[in-house]
């Protein structure tokens, strides 16, 4: 009776340890490409059950969520659509980035997160000849080469940021448009024929710099509106810094010399060209509670009337500290 007994826990025992061990075994990536119709699979790494498939039809690359298992003796395999195969390659996110990079017949597209933007795949339009996302400072830029040149998109509008003009990725500026500004981005670019805006992230008052497509000179502007578009410092410039705070001028460049333009809000009509761009650099002094500018000519310094323009000293001074104290009177107002 022991020993019936002894053999009947055997066999049951052994049953349970045989369905334990058929429940355990893997289901292979051959079954799940003959389930999907498939031709290759490729498990991303750090996803728990996702992969990229290439159907055996078309060749195209899509992503799915495959959940694969054993019921006793029964393989189940439940199959999810991720991103649909219309891809020639797909890369897969990582670090937290906000697009990867799709391929199409040799051209390559962005592709937004699939599980934040429902319709990613339709969005993505494959018709760059090269792709590259840069994260500088916790925010991700998408580099787009076409005909040889490099440019900037905005990853999520697909909008044109700045034309691609550039030899080299590295040299494309780093643009950023906040949404709200993306209308007026758009209207002013054509407005201006500009193939660059750059805007003032100092100051959110919709003051931004622009090149000229045609002739690559930079100006300086505000817009409050589509409609509203005003021009601070005219597009005659090689280079332009953005005013500071309460500044009444700021430094615009030309043939790598440097000048002076008056501030509008500060003068209004009577802005310009107040100090001509014919020096080397420029230095900023806090003399007593008055600003003086110092600008430096062949090579030696010497001070200048940031108003006027007039050179109040001569240049003859080897370094910033060999200046003379400027007595001279700083006027801030131009008199009628």
Not at 91 to 120: Q, R, S
Request: proline fraction near 3%; aromatic fraction near 14%.
């Amino acid at each position: 009776m022991a020993y019936k007994l002894s053999k009947i826990v055997f066999i049951t025992l052994n049953l349970m340890f045989s369905g334990v061990i058929i429940a355990q075994q893997d289901i292979s990536d051959k079954q799940i490409l003959k389930k999907i119709k498939g031709k290759k699979i490729e498990w991303i790494s750090g996803e728990n059950n996702l992969a990229k498939v290439k159907m055996k039809s078309t060749k195209k690359w899509g992503v799915y969520n495959i959940d694969a298992y054993h019921d006793l003796d029964e393989a189940v395999i439940d199959l999810d659509e991720v991103v649909a195969p219309k891809f020639d390659s797909i890369d897969w996110f990582k670090n937290m980035e906000p697009f990867t990079i799709v391929k199409i017949k040799k051209k390559y597209g962005i592709l937004l997160n699939p599980y934040e933007v429902h319709d990613a795949a339709e969005r993505a339009k494959c018709i760059y000849d090269a792709v590259k996302l840069k994260e500088v400072d916790g925010r991700f830029y998408a580099l787009v080469k076409q005909n040889e040149k490099w440019g900037l998109v905005d990853w999520f509008e697909d909008l044109v940021l700045v034309d691609p003009t550039f030899d080299n990725p590295e040299d494309v500026p780093l643009v950023w448009i906040e949404g709200w500004a993306k209308d007026m981005f758009v209207s002013s670019k054509k407005k201006l024929k500009a193939d660059i805006l750059i805007f003032d992230e100092g100051n959110g008052d919709g003051v931004f710099k622009a090149r000229k497509k045609v002739t690559k000179k930079w100006g300086m502007y505000q817009s409050l509106g589509e409609n509203d578009l005003k021009t601070l410092i005219p597009a005659k410039y090689d280079s332009i810094r953005f005013f500071g705070y309460n500044s009444n001028y700021t430094a615009v460049y030309n043939k790598g010399k440097v000048g002076m333009h008056l501030s509008y809000w500060s003068y209004n009509e009577n802005t310009k060209l107040s100090v001509p761009c014919i020096y080397e650099d420029y230095k900023n002094f806090d003399a007593d509670g008055v600003l003086k500018l110092a600008m430096k000519k062949d090579g030696k310094w010497g001070w200048v009337n940031w108003l006027t323009g007039k050179e109040e000293s001569e240049f003859k001074y080897e370094t910033l500290d060999d200046l003379p104290y400027p007595y001279y009177k700083q006027a801030i107002w131009i008199e009628d």
